[in-house]
């Protein structure tokens, strides 16, 4: 699902939004609109919970599961080889 997100760079703290992709990788590389520094963006810990989706659609399959997120309104980021040692994927700004 395509979302717009308010985030805060790292090293000059300027707070931007951006346009992405949020169901892919919880780990984006993009750069600061501010200062130009790469920033990490790590959304894994604000997908914690599943919640199930009713809809009521006649040719619905039933149920749907999908991932429930609590974000804070601005998110922090982290430098470039100062996070945790997880594959990360870089995407191009969808704005």
Excluded: H
């Excluded at 130009?36 to 959304?43: A, S």
């Excluded at 804070?72 to 980021?77: A, E, F, Q, V």
């Amino acid at each position: 699902m395509l979302e717009r997100l308010k985030l805060q760079c790292w090293n000059c703290q300027k707070v931007f939004e951006l346009t992405m992709e949020t169901n892919a990788d919880p780990r984006i590389i993009k750069a600061c609109v501010g200062c130009g520094e790469q920033v990490v963006i790590d959304l894994s810990p604000y997908q914690n919970s599943e919640v199930t989706m009713l809809k009521s659609e006649p040719q619905g399959d039933g149920p749907t599961k999908e991932a429930k997120t609590e974000r804070p309104d601005i998110i922090p980021t982290s430098a470039l080889g100062k996070e945790e040692s997880t594959p990360v994927k870089n995407v191009t700004d969808k704005t």
